[in-house]
């Protein structure tokens, strides 16, 4: 069964210091794909990345950054230079094929970012 | 981009009634459409699986005759909490397949 862990429940820091959010995954199929969502107060989720379990290579965008890693099941988040605004939950998720018809996106546990000016 | 419209936003209700929630994608054509649950400070917790034209597909420990499931179209799933209880009251959050996983604004429920 697919599962994903944030061990970080809650993190605070200091505007314009750097974070990183850990997320490690388990799957047993090879084709799956890696999500990351931000969910401010007001509760909608907001689309952040999404990377197929085929492409390895890190991305950036911005002040955000991804490192995805097959050997540890990890895929990590980091934000530079952190912004009050950046404040919210953020969550990893996980989608697989199941019976080969639905691919479900099961969510970690979250974790609350709190960035003080 | 691809939207999906939720409605109501928030809703109170009364204790043994039923509340209707709406889940619309609105510039495409949403086969799959998913039914999240999230409690305060808690996670996602994926509901159920609806597909246009058939039955739902429900996650273990989930009543299926307490929520409701209809995909009658293309577009549009709704999610009906029957009977509803203090205990229902959550954030209940809607997601169509498109691309990745588009999502609704999500609707609070207070049970009273």
């Known amino acids: 069964a697919q599962k994903v862990t944030q061990a970080q429940t809650e993190i605070s820091v200091v505007e314009k210091e750097d974070v990183t959010l850990d997320c490690v995954y388990e799957?047993?199929?090879?084709?799956?794909?890696l999500f990351w969502y931000k969910q401010p107060p007001s509760g909608e989720l907001v689309f952040l990345i999404r990377?197929?379990?085929?492409?390895?290579q890190n991305e950036i965008s911005g002040r955000y950054s991804w490192n995805f890693q097959k050997s540890t099941s990890s895929f990590n988040f980091t934000i530079t230079a952190s912004q009050v605004v950046d404040s919210a939950v953020y969550f990893c998720?996980?989608?697989?094929?199941?019976?080969?018809?639905?691919?479900?996106?099961?969510f970690g546990t979250g974790t609350l970012l709190a960035v003080q000016p | 981009g691809a939207v999906v419209s939720q409605h109501p936003s928030w809703v109170i209700c009364k204790s043994g009634t039923s509340v209707k929630i709406e889940c619309r994608s609105l510039?495409?054509?949403?086969?799959?459409m998913f039914w999240y649950r999230q409690f305060p400070k808690q996670s996602l917790m994926l509901m159920a699986t609806?597909?246009?034209?058939?039955?739902?597909?429900?996650e273990q420990g989930v009543e299926k005759d307490k929520f409701l499931i209809n995909h009658a179209s293309l577009t549009l799933s709704t999610l009906t909490v029957t009977s509803a209880h203090p205990e229902d009251s959550s954030f209940y959050i809607c997601?169509?397949?498109?691309?990745?996983?588009?999502f609704g604004s999500g609707t609070r429920l207070t049970v009273v």
């Open positions: 799957t047993r199929d090879t084709t799956y794909y």
């Open positions: 510039d495409f054509q949403a086969t799959t």
């Open positions: 997601s169509a397949r498109y691309y990745g996983y588009t």
């Open positions: 998720a996980l989608s697989e094929r199941t019976d080969g018809a639905t691919n479900k996106l099961i």
């Open positions: 609806s597909n246009e034209g058939s039955k739902a597909t429900y």
């Open positions: 990377r197929n379990s085929f492409d390895e």
